[in-house]
């Protein structure tokens, strides 16, 4: 018996000198709160969290630490743990801003808009005034995938393939930019396109595009756009696009929105689109529709999108399923006009693979009625890069 609780005594006292020799000593709160920080910084996140929860021993009321540590919670992810230290700074100081600004950022990464609704109305109750709260509630509830603080360049390749009644592939180069400003982000990008089936002629094709992403209120947002190709041949991409769209974001993760596209080759083509969002937890979930006015009349087609977020909010997945007439966006092509009708689906996975780059592949597949009766199966794919420009 005396052995055994020796050898208890002496890998406990074993234990305490390794935690003792990986955790970095300090003279004084400060001094402690400073070296969390410094080894948050470094990426050393397991030391700072022991240090942060020995802070937290010492001095129970110690709120900037808990806070701090708090966010290394999060920038590992572990959102849970860190919204029990928000809630417990909160439950004991309800008027203290930085807790708020803390669970705003906390829920921003997290892609909980209803806890980043909740404590940013609560920030705002004390702070009326502050730009980053009222920028992080606008860049989280702006549509898809335009939600940075900072710029961003982008290229993108897509492939759209099909073999009846004739061979296309269609290859189309896309780069731009997401700039965002006080009210928004601005969406300039040039779309070049060619045609390595043979098909029409000329086989290539350009187009200059600027799209607006524009904060109207506090939970209105707008889509502005225009697309002019200038080679003056009518050929793939439409010689004018125009996009108008609003959204209307709602308590509890919800969101509607209404607008229209406009397209011209040959002719005007005008499509009107509702949507239906909801964000819960890590899901979000989309119905959109299409109307589109052809010259046989009204046709109509219908999007049910769900997107699974993971480790942040550009590490996702998202299915796509589709049934219609009307073709679902992008309309590059005057041919995706033809089509009596479609079943679809698309499967499309956004990665954050560094802390400034980010990747995005989509895979899709559609068996289209292109004439009356007459069937085919269309692949489409895309690759995208985007990189983000920090000061």
Known sequence: ????SSLILLFVLYTFSIE???TPGYTN???GFELMRQLATDGDYSSAKRIGYKLLDEKEDYYDATLYL????????????????????IAREPELFEAYQTCVDLAYWDNDLARLDSCAEKALELNPESEEIIAKYN??????????????????????HFSVPYVRNWHLLSVGGQIPFKHGTLVPSINGGYESAGGYTPSTDIQFNLDAYITIGKKNYALLGYGFSPNGVINYLPAHRAAAEIWQALPKGFGLSAGLRYFYWDEHFTFLTFTAEKYAGNWWFSFRNYLFFKDVGLRASYYLSGRRYFT????HLTLTL???AAPDEPVLVVTDLDRLNALSCRLEYSRQVTPVIRMLAMLGYSYEEYEDQAYRNRIAMNLGCYILIKK
Do not use: C
């Not at 018996?1 to 055994?4: L, N, P, S």
């Not at 708090?70 to 700074?89: M, P, T």
């Not at 942040?312 to 590490?315: E, G």
């Open 29 to 31: 709160l400060e001094q």
């Open 139 to 160: 860049q989280a509830h702006q549509p898809g995938d335009l939600q940075t603080l900072y710029p961003e360049v982008f290229v993108q390749y897509t492939l759209d």
């Open 70 to 89: 708090a966010r290394i919670h999060g920038w590992e992810a572990s959102y849970d743990s860190a919204y029990v230290l928000i809630d417990e700074v």
């Open 312 to 315: 942040s909010k550009y590490d």
């Open 20 to 22: 003792a020799q990986e």
């Open 1 to 4: 018996m005396y052995k055994v």
């Open 322 to 324: 589709g049934y219609g």
